[in-house]
């Protein structure tokens, strides 16, 4: 976890409040196009090989719209600040290494099964770390928090196809830490680990910014009038919400 922490430390320190509107200016005319955000092709795929998408694969397919640019024949990701490419390229770096890790063909059994219940302490450390002062009364699993970047990771490695192949190690695990297998939520359901000593806010993963820039750009600027004759009215639950996520 040390490792994430350093690496996204030293990749969010580049990160600006200019960087962040940038990619807003660029989403926004992105949304504007009715099948901006569809990908190019279909994934072909059975349900026990299917890849779990998230915000960070997405938007390495999507193809920029011609309304950004008509020359434009690439991904939208290419046309992010360096900074917030910079997040992204480190998210999948050490996405790929910690599969390795889990899904290497030279241990055995038992040290897997040591793997994967790291990794969800892990995962169970990274959701305290960042969960809200009264999220006491809920289970790990389901304590509302901010996604931090080392649980993006985490969880994105533990329910990749790649891990999933591996049903019998996690099978035990499960067992051990008398839960089901059927989701990550279940497996959570039953923490192991103790509150962290440290209540500092882990930092932030760049996807969960990306997804609130996308939901804020979402809400009508001006709420309709409910009668015919009435005025229109900000919408200044949108104002409230991009104070709170661009500070």
């Known amino acids: 976890m040390y490792a994430f922490l350093r690496t996204q430390l030293a990749v969010s320190n580049t990160l600006s409040y200019q960087d962040l509107l940038i990619a807003a200016d660029l989403f926004e005319v992105q949304m504007a196009d009715r099948t901006g955000w569809f990908l190019p092709r279909e994934p072909v795929s059975t349900t026990d090989d299917v890849e779990i998408q998230t915000m960070y694969s997405h938007i390495l397919e999507v193809e920029a719209s011609p309304m950004i640019s008509e020359?434009?024949?690439?991904?939208?990701?290419r046309l992010l600040p360096p900074s917030i490419r910079s997040c992204i390229r480190a998210?999948?770096?050490l996405r790929k290494w910690l599969i390795s890790k889990l899904v290497s063909s030279q241990i055995g059994l038992r040290v897997r099964q040591i793997r994967?219940?790291?990794a969800l302490r892990a995962i169970e450390v990274a959701r305290l770390r960042s969960a809200h002062s009264n999220a006491s009364t809920f289970s790990v699993a389901d304590s509302p928090c901010v996604r931090s970047f080392v649980e993006?990771?985490?969880?994105?490695?533990v329910v990749s196809v790649e891990s999933r192949?591996?049903?019998r190690a996690w099978q035990n695990v499960a067992a051990a830490r008398g839960a089901q297998c059927d989701s990550l939520t279940s497996l959570l359901r039953k923490p192991l680990v103790q509150p962290p000593a440290s209540t500092d806010p882990l930092t932030v993963?760049?996807?969960w910014l990306l997804e609130r820039i996308l939901e804020i750009i979402s809400m009508p600027d001006v709420l309709r009038p409910r009668s015919e004759d009435g005025p229109s009215v900000i919408n200044l639950e949108k104002r409230r919400y991009e104070l709170h996520v661009f500070l």
């Open 205 to 207: 993963d760049m996807s």
């Open 71 to 77: 020359l434009a024949q690439d991904a939208i990701y």
């Open 152 to 157: 993006a990771i985490l969880t994105s490695a």
């Open 165 to 167: 192949a591996h049903y």
């Open 91 to 93: 998210y999948g770096i």
């Open 116 to 118: 994967m219940d790291k």
